[in-house]
């Protein structure tokens, strides 16, 4: 079976459509070569990243294991901002136990993508970060 066309316009609208009409966040779907990220921000609009590049230096820190999830105070109130590799952006929390939530690469912390004190599963998005440019 072969891929669906990540580049392909009627594609990414159909996709974006069925995303607002479902109420989701956003999906990111990779191919062998090919990298879609959408996001549907809170007034409906969908904003499409499919420029493989722009994919390459964007980092998402996710969750390594599923638990409540808590963010840094300072990261969440001054973003954009500049993190180091292992700087503590957050924590899961089970039961009575926090987990750190770490920068795997330095750069421009940008968002926060899932909300404070919210359940989250493994694998699940929390930062994103740039690359420095």
Not at 71 to 87: K, M, Q
Not at 93 to 104: F, T
Request: contains cysteine; hydrophobic residues 45%.
């Amino acid at each position: 079976m072969s891929g669906i066309n990540l580049s392909d316009s009627t594609v990414i609208a159909a996709l974006s459509a069925a995303l607002t009409t479902a109420g989701v966040d956003g999906i990111e779907i990779e191919q062998r070569h090919q990298k879609l990220r959408i996001v549907v921000e809170r007034t409906g609009a969908a904003s499409v990243l499919d420029d493989a590049a722009k994919a390459s230096e964007t980092n998402i820190a996710k969750a390594q294991l599923a638990g409540v999830f808590t963010h840094s105070r300072t990261v969440s109130s001054s973003l954009p901002c500049n993190v180091t590799a292992g700087e503590i952006l957050g924590f899961i929390g089970i039961g009575p136990v926090l987990l750190p939530v770490k920068a795997s690469k330095a750069g421009v912390l940008t968002r926060v993508l899932a909300e404070n004190g919210t359940l989250v599963g493994y694998g699940a998005p929390l930062f994103e970060i740039e690359r420095h440019s």
